[in-house]
């Protein structure tokens, strides 16, 4: 159970460089800004496929920069 719950650990550290990684790629991509994300952009055109983030979102309720 211990070599189960230590390559468990292994996996779980991987997955976080990744994202981290992942997420540092795609701010790169959108050149160091993220206006893409402000809230008045997505209400003027929201993704059918998904609701409206609720007004308490904490990335929606943070001023753009």
Do not use: K
Request: hydrophobic letters at 40%.
């Amino acid at each position: 159970m211990l070599g189960m719950l230590i390559m468990a650990l292994d996996d779980l550290r991987r997955l976080y460089t990744s994202a981290d990684i992942t997420a540092a790629l795609t701010l790169e991509g959108l050149l160091g800004t993220d206006t893409v994300l402000a809230p008045d952009l997505h209400a003027i055109r929201p993704t059918p496929a998904r609701p409206p983030p609720p007004p308490t979102c904490a990335p929606c309720s943070r001023a753009p920069s």
